[in-house]
Nanobody, 114 residues
Framework: QVQLVESGGGLVQPGGSLTLSCAASGGIFRMFDMGWYRQAPGKQRELVAGISSSGSTNYVDSVKGRFTISRDNLQKTVYLQMNSLKPEDTAVYYC????????WGPGTQVTVSS
């Protein structure tokens, strides 16, 4: 069973940057299409960025040009570089597969506020 642990969140001012990491244990990580998701208070969880096993990426319109997803298959880690952060980016961020989800990790809180 694959376990996922997210880290790197925190409090940042508008316009600031953060890099999130998601470490996976177990499984053949390099074969999985992965994604970063977020859930803001009172809202449903949404996919914000995805990366395929071959490295192709896609983003929700609201983060295009500001967020970059990447992966290191040897380290079994997925990253999310977030720049030009806005208050509406405030949420708990999670990583998981694009389908056939693993058990969700604890997530990491990102708060964008002055």
């Amino acid at each position: 069973q694959v376990q996922l642990v997210e880290s790197g969140g925190g409090l940042v001012q508008p316009g600031g940057s953060l890099t999130l990491s998601c470490a996976a244990s177990g499984g053949i990580f390099r074969m999985f299409d992965m994604g970063w998701y977020r859930q803001a208070p009172g809202k449903q969880r949404e996919l914000v960025a995805g990366i395929s096993s071959s490295g192709s990426t896609n983003y929700v319109d609201s983060v295009k040009g500001r967020f970059t997803i990447s992966r290191d298959n040897l380290q079994k880690t997925v990253y999310l570089q977030m720049n030009s952060l806005k208050p509406e980016d405030t949420a708990v961020y999670y990583c998981n597969r694009r389908s056939y989800y693993f058990t969700w990790g604890p997530g990491t809180q990102v708060t964008v506020s002055s």
